[in-house]
């Protein structure tokens, strides 16, 4: 078995325009996924019992079941609304659901976090419920949640690749497209992994940059003792 | 078009024995994965520094690429390397790998909190390095992570469903035969996504009881 | 005359069947020490976040300075939602747990509710600020986050919160318990100092000394209502309530020098 260079450079167009549709069809799903997930965690802390069932209801659904069911739920349940959408939309839909299902769990768990007396001296200064989240709630919700949300958003990014399945043409498609064509499997879905490969840590390092703008600390192995370190340790890097 | 109730509940008796597909497939790729994640953070230990190199780049790999991507290297790639499997067994390596991989990482954080105390008391017995690993660190370790583990089967029996996609035939795919059959899509779909969230449930709450169990060995 | 500071009658307050505030009525004349004094689950908390309306109480009417809060008269109509909001920091809450908020600076924290809830500019709100942090003698823990402080720096910090929106009153629940015992006279200094300066005070506490040396009044609560009030002496030695008694035999048997 050899690697043939040449089935990469020839279709290196498709892969590109592939690639292209993923980072799109992710972004959207990314800031559409945030938007919905804010309001679904504000939503989830209201006392309104039926409004928290629904809410707790979606959560579970989405996060249990494969992400290949919900793309196929949307877009073969369009028609029951009575719209017929193209399949890059629908797909974005459902991939914009699962990330504010994601998220959202993210969101509620640090807001759980936080002392409810934060909320209390909120309010005890006169703040309003709104001002209150904005003020003080938010604020601290944001760095925590950071990690956590980048790492969701690297699996919503793999995730995208499912959406070949209703012949959204992103990265997969095209691999598959060009496999097709060439016959030449490994080295086809290699490179397309390769370029999967990339773009989380292209996400990674944009992180790392962003978590150092917010001056939050990395989590250092610190010093262990060398038993411990012969056991517990994986790395011969870290120390 | 309006949902069939009728359609619907026909649909979800047929697909009654595709669901045991699919649990079994994760069942033998769950465990599988712990088998080999365990055998990979125990090599890893040895840091043997060429190999965890290796491995280190197979871990980011697997990882960093889509699922989908990893099981159309098993299915369709590896025959032209001579190894050439069923698309079910081919599906099951690929998700075991995947696990396999997370559940090493996850055995690899939880090896930090390990009680530092107990290595010492091991070693001034002078107990072998394997039999530290054997009767000290994995129990342990297992204790530890064992609600994450739950997760991670969770997440192997959802990536059961991608094998729809390399001509399985299991939940997904059979839902969608069925409902091809009938030229209505989508009742099936929501009998296979029940099914789904079903095995998902069950697992969740063995997760608590067991969360909750250990909660109270703790104390 | 003037309007008390705080005015509360019939306060009740519910917890499904519980009655954890039951028709409080209680009245606080302006520059009045009044100790809140009870064993553990009395509802002094409680009582608290009723009068603050963090906690809605079901019956029952409060007037801060003579103005009505939540309810207009018994039976009346709530106001808006805004209206509370925006009347709540006219009773100064400083919380046991103190409740910084750990994003904002010392400063911050003082600044940010005047210029959200009072309108004031940055330079009215920082002028305040600055002015208050003095007083506390905290003025170069100004930048310091709430993490960096020490308990006692904290408490100050929460105590200029709540001056910085010129209340009528201020509450003060359990002043010393998050404290370590060497830091509880600093405190009960500061307490005095406040006192002194004529600020309107109730204060949730333990600490029998403070109550006979500082306040003006004791109030003893327990079972959600009060069962004695009067000049702190009076009650501490003198009251027959069998309860209040066994309260403060217990207490005084462990007290720690006035």
């Keep these: 078995m050899g690697f043939d260079p040449n089935v990469v450079l020839d279709y290196w167009p498709q892969f590109l325009e592939g690639a292209a549709l993923t980072v799109r069809i992710v972004a959207v799903a990314l800031v559409g996924g945030l938007i919905l997930a804010a309001i679904i965690t504000a939503a989830s802390f209201v006392r309104f019992a039926p409004l928290k069932a629904l809410i707790m209801v979606y959560l579970a659904v989405v996060r249990g079941i494969p992400f290949i069911i919900i793309v196929f739920l949307v877009h073969y349940g369009m028609p029951f609304a009575g719209i017929r959408l193209p399949a890059l939309t629908t797909g974005t839909i459902a991939l914009t659901l699962f990330a504010s299902a994601y998220y959202a769990e993210v969101l509620r768990a640090t807001g759980l976090a936080l002392p409810q007396g934060q909320w209390d001296s909120a309010r005890a200064v006169g703040m309003s419920p709104g001002e209150a989240v904005r003020h003080v709630i938010v604020p601290q919700i944001l760095r925590p949640s950071l990690p956590p949300l980048t790492n969701y958003t690297m699996t919503m990014t793999k995730e995208s690749s499912v959406l070949s399945a209703i012949t959204v043409g992103e990265l997969t498609y095209q691999g598959l497209v060009v496999q097709g064509n060439t016959f030449a499997p490994f080295e086809v879905f290699f490179v397309v992994a390769g370029i999967y490969w990339i773009i989380p840590a292209l996400i990674a390092r944009a992180t790392l940059a962003l978590e150092r703008k917010l001056g939050m600390e990395e989590n250092a192995p610190g010093t262990l003792s060398p038993l411990a370190r012969r056991y517990l340790v994986l790395d011969r890097r870290e120390r | 078009m ?6 619907f509940w026909e649909s979800l008796a047929d697909l009654a024995p595709y669901a045991l597909v699919n649990l079994q497939l994760g069942a033998i790729a769950f465990v599988l994965a712990v088998t080999c994640g365990t055998l990979l953070t125990i090599v890893r230990s040895f840091k043997i520094a060429p190999v965890n190199m290796v491995i280190g780049v197979f871990i980011s790999f697997v990882r960093g690429t889509p699922l989908i991507i990893q099981i159309f290297l098993c299915f369709y790639a590896l025959p032209s390397a001579g190894i050439d499997m069923g698309p079910m067994t081919a599906g099951i390596v690929a998700i075991a790998l995947n696990s396999a991989v997370f559940i090493s990482e996850l055995q690899r954080g939880s090896l930090r909190a390990l009680a530092v105390g107990q290595l010492e008391a091991a070693t001034a017995l002078g107990l072998s390095p394997l039999l530290i690993w054997a009767k000290v660190i994995l129990p342990q370790l297992f204790r530890r992570i064992v609600p994450m583990l739950l997760n991670e089967a969770t997440i192997v029996v959802k990536g ?23 030229f209505r899509p989508f009742e099936p779909l929501v009998g296979a996504a029940l099914y789904f969230l079903v095995i998902n449930l069950v697992l969740a709450t063995a997760t608590e009881r067991v969360e909750r169990k250990i909660a109270a060995e703790r104390r | 005359m003037t309007q008390p500071a705080l005015a509360a009658k019939d306060l009740s307050l519910a917890f499904g069947d519980h009655w954890a505030v039951d028709r409080v009525s209680l009245t606080i004349a302006r520059g009045e020490v009044v100790a809140l004094v009870g064993p553990s689950g009395c509802g002094k908390s409680s009582l608290l976040r009723c009068l603050t309306r963090l906690e809605p109480p079901q019956r029952g009417t409060i007037a801060i300075d003579g103005e009505p809060f939540g309810r207009v008269g018994e039976g009346g109509a709530l106001q808006s939602r805004r209206t509370i909001d925006r009347m709540r920091p006219k009773i100064g809450m400083v919380f046991q747990d103190l409740n910084l908020w750990p994003h904002l600076s010392a400063i911050g924290n003082v600044m940010r509710p005047q210029r959200v809830v009072l309108g004031r500019t940055e ?21 310091k986050r709430p993490a960096q402080l020490s308990g006692g720096q904290r408490q100050r910090v929460a105590i200029a919160r709540a001056l910085a929106m010129d209340p009528a009153l201020m509450l003060f629940d359990e002043p010393t318990s998050a404290l370590d015992a060497e830091l509880i006279g600093e405190v009960l200094a500061l307490l005095k100092e406040l006192a002194s300066t004529g600020m309107t005070m109730l204060v949730v506490t333990h600490e029998i000394g403070f109550a006979r040396h500082v306040a003006d009044r004791l109030v003893f609560m327990d079972g959600g209502r009060i069962i004695a009030a009067g000049p702190p002496s009076d009650i501490i030695e003198r009251e027959n309530h069998p309860r209040v008694r066994a309260f403060f035999n217990t207490m005084l048997a462990f007290r720690t020098p006035d």
């Design chain 2, 160 to 182: 059961t469903a991608l094998l729809s996609i390399i001509t399985v035939v299991e939940l997904l795919r059979a839902a969608q035969q069925i409902g091809a059959a009938d």
């Design chain 3, 123 to 143: 330079e009215e709100a920082r002028t305040r600020a600055e002015a208050l942090l003095a007083r506390l003698r905290i003025s170069e823990l100004a930048h």
């Design chain 2, 2 to 7: 309006s949902f069939s109730f009728g359609f």
